[in-house]
């Protein structure tokens, strides 16, 4: 695998079964919906954000995952609890609250389970996701030198303007 986008998009292949053998519409919503991976709050490990847009309006869901996610376990078991949330979207649309009710027969459906806002994989869909893994290949995480560089300097950034504050408050503080 090349990238995690492509790896990602396999994965969603693998998925697509497991939703209609569960009798949920995904295919109404494949079309319109994006996958990305994204730097989001550490809170959490995937995103999913559903709206209705445009003259005609059309559905259109984009699901982003954390870069930090580093195996294609977590990847995948993140990728089909945000699903969830956009197959939520398709028949319920934002009336209903994110992990209610409604959201917990459509993840217990696929295999999801545990408290709701981090709902996860169960035993035997645990079985199938490490099969998809296998067949997909490696996860390419790898933190690229440019980001690494990055880090560095917003590290420096935060840690030199902290500094700074301190160094302002005790001047300020100093007669
Ligand atoms: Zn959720």
């Given at each position: 695998m090349d990238s995690k986008e492509t790896y990602i998009k396999a994965a969603f292949e693998k998925i697509i079964p497991l939703f209609r053998e569960s009798g949920l519409p995904i295919d109404e919503i494949d079309e319109r919906l994006q996958i990305k991976f994204a730097d989001i709050s550490?809170?959490?490990?995937g995103l999913c954000q559903s709206r209705i847009s445009g003259y005609y309006p059309q559905e259109e869901h984009e699901i982003l995952i954390s870069n930090t996610i580093d195996n294609g376990f977590d990847a995948i078991d993140v990728l089909i609890h945000e699903v969830c949330h956009a197959i939520q979207f398709h028949l319920?649309?934002?009336?209903?609250?994110?992990?209610?009710k409604e959201f917990k027969v459509i993840a217990e459906a696929v295999g999801l389970t545990g408290k709701m806002t981090c709902a996860s994989a169960n035993h035997e869909l645990g079985i199938k996701i490490k099969k998809w893994e296998k067949e997909i290949g490696v996860y390419p995480h790898e933190p690229s030198f440019a980001k690494m560089i990055e880090r560095w300097i917003i590290n420096l950034i935060n840690y030199g303007g902290s500094f700074y504050i301190l160094a302002m408050i005790v001047q300020y503080n100093t007669p």
């Open positions: 550490p809170k959490w490990a319920y649309g934002d009336e209903v609250r994110p992990h209610g």
